[in-house]
């Protein structure tokens, strides 16, 4: 499995490098290994966002990969989204594997062990 998330960001400030950063930051927390930048998996991002340029919409592609979406305005950066994702850590709970009170697949697809790959598009 891989990780695959989508960005929109007017005024992107963020390299892939530092989104990997970030992902990793959360993922030591937790004693899971770190994720590597896959090109691939990036075209795939540019590929299926490009169908919704200049929309609002939000739409999972029922791909084969994981996908984490954000959307801000005016701009969001990698940083803020990743503070979105990993924000939801709290309605984790490891002992049932389970999202508790809230929303937590943000943050499972963050931290998932089986993730090893990121493309984000911003």
């Given amino acids: 499995m891989t990780l695959f998330a989508i960005l929109q960001i007017s005024n ?3 390299s892939p490098q530092d989104f990997i ?3 990793n930051r ?7 290994g770190p994720i590597s930048w896959h090109e691939s998996v990036a075209s795939y991002a540019r ?3 490009s ?4 929309s609002c919409k939000m739409v999972h592609s029922g791909g084969p990969y994981g996908e984490n979406l954000a959307w ?3 701009d969001l950066t990698g940083e803020a989204a990743m503070n979105m994702w990993v924000g939801e850590k709290r309605f984790y709970d490891y002992n049932s594997n389970s999202c508790l009170g809230g929303e937590c697949r943000h943050y499972t697809q963050v ?4 993730s ?3 493309g984000d598009l911003q």
């Fill in 12 to 14: 992107a400030q963020d």
């Fill in 21 to 23: 950063n970030a992902h």
């Fill in 26 to 32: 959360a993922r030591a927390e937790v004693g899971v």
């Fill in 47 to 49: 590929n299926y966002l």
């Fill in 51 to 54: 169908q919704f340029k200049g």
């Fill in 72 to 74: 801000g305005y005016p």
């Fill in 111 to 114: 931290v998932w062990r089986n």
């Fill in 116 to 118: 090893v790959r990121l």
